[in-house]
Nanobody, 116 residues
Framework: QVQLVESGGGMVQPGGSLRLSCTVSINMFSLEYMGWYRRTPGKSARELVASIFSGGQPNYADSVEGRLTISTDDSENTINLQMSNLKPQDTAVYYC?????????WGQGTQVTDSS
């Protein structure tokens, strides 16, 4: 099982920026898939916001296209989500997800809240 720890959440004004990080417990070259999801208030399901398959290009939900960027830092073993021009509807708990040896693992989540 891969251990994932998200960080970087907080309160932000509309139009502001945040950078979320997900620290991964294993060598990231072994990962088959990496993604960021979120659960918005009042919803039980998590929705995909950004993802990348090993060797592939990033994919984004329409609602965040152009505002969120997923990236990796192999030296730090992190999967990052740069968030800009944040909107009130971005308020959610954000989760990191990876697939390793055909098994998916989740982090505990980090809260992003609109402060308006």
């Amino acid at each position: 099982q891969v251990q994932l720890v998200e960080s970087g959440g907080g309160m932000v004004q509309p139009g502001g920026s945040l950078r979320l990080s997900c620290t991964v417990s294993i060598n990231m070259f072994s990962l088959e898939y990496m993604g960021w999801y979120r659960r918005t208030p009042g919803k039980s399901a998590r929705e995909l916001v950004a993802s990348i398959f090993s060797g592939g290009q990033p994919n984004y939900a329409d609602s965040v296209e152009g505002r969120l960027t997923i990236s990796t830092d192999d030296s730090e073993n992190t999967i990052n989500l740069q968030m800009s021009n944040l909107k009130p509807q971005d308020t959610a708990v954000y989760y990191c997800n990876v697939r390793y040896r055909r098994t998916n693992d989740w982090g505990q989540g980090t809260q992003v809240t609109d402060s308006s």
